[in-house]
T-cell receptor, first 113, second 113 residues
Framework: AQSVAQPEDQVNVAEGNPLTVKCTYS??????LFWYVQYPNRGLQFLLK??????LVKGSYGFEAEFNKSQTSFHLKKPSALVSDSALYFC???????????FGTGTRLQVFP | DTAVSQTPKYLVTQMGNDKSIKCEQN?????MYWYKQDSKKFLKIMFS???????INETVPNRFSPKSPDKAHLNLHINSLELGDSAVYFC????????????FGSGTQLSVL
């Protein structure tokens, strides 16, 4: 079965510092991987996706993610964090046999001024 | 215009009652979903419809019944509400296809007393 794991419940970073939110995946075949962000009392918003092609994917709000097949990882990164980036981040994988989007458990990012 | 809108935003009700949550999308998407987010923020798919046809039906109690009168609407009806049904319910839509991103509504917070 397809799955993603987010090993960190929370990530704390100072404003201006680089941030990384980790995600590893377990799939058969080539994965369709996604990152979504959830701000308080809001629905999830799409940030970026990896389908095929370049391993470094650029997305919304200055975020990017690196697909690493050997490490089965898809970590979310940003060179310089903003306080407004504080939110809940979800990694997800599309199970291509069932077409379900399966989410990780989420990582809360806290950016301190 | 809100792309995916769901009503009501908050729903407080007694155990045993029947309630409905409505969802509409104006994006012209073929596929709509219901997700449940529990108190630990874990997201799980409940149902998926494609052009009014049920595609995914996870192992949810049969007290939950989705209804899709047309491809722009997917409503969720819940009979005999239980305490454990308390959660945030998200509607989402996408174009058909595994690489397509989901657009989420802002959620309905259901509290069963």
């Amino acid at each position: 079965a397809q799955s993603v794991a987010q090993p960190e419940d929370q990530v704390n970073v100072a404003e201006g510092n680089p941030l990384t939110v980790k995600c590893t995946y377990s799939v058969s075949g080539n994965p369709y991987l996604f990152w979504y962000v959830q701000y308080p009392n809001r629905g999830l918003q799409f940030l970026l996706k990896y389908i095929t092609g370049d391993n470094l994917v650029k997305g919304s709000y200055g975020f990017e993610a690196e697909f690493n097949k050997s490490q089965t990882s898809f970590h979310l990164k940003k060179p310089s964090a903003l306080v407004s980036d504080s939110a809940l981040y979800f990694c997800a994988v599309r199970d291509r046999s069932t077409d379900k989007l399966i989410f990780g458990t989420g990582t809360r990012l806290q950016v301190f001024p | 215009d809100t792309a995916v809108s769901q009503t009501p935003k908050y729903l407080v009700t007694q155990m045993g009652n029947d309630k409905s949550i409505k969802c509409e999308q104006n994006l012209g998407h073929d596929t709509m979903y219901w997700y449940k987010q529990d108190s630990k923020k874990f997201l799980k798919i409940m149902f998926s419809y494609n052009n009014k046809e049920l595609i995914i039906n996870e192992t949810v109690p049969n007290r939950f019944s989705p209804k899709s009168p047309d491809k722009a609407h997917l409503n969720l009806h819940i009979n005999s509400l239980e305490l454990g049904d308390s959660a945030v319910y998200f509607c989402a839509s996408s174009q058909r296809g595994g690489s397509e991103k989901l657009f989420f509504g802002s959620g309905t917070q259901l509290s069963v007393l």
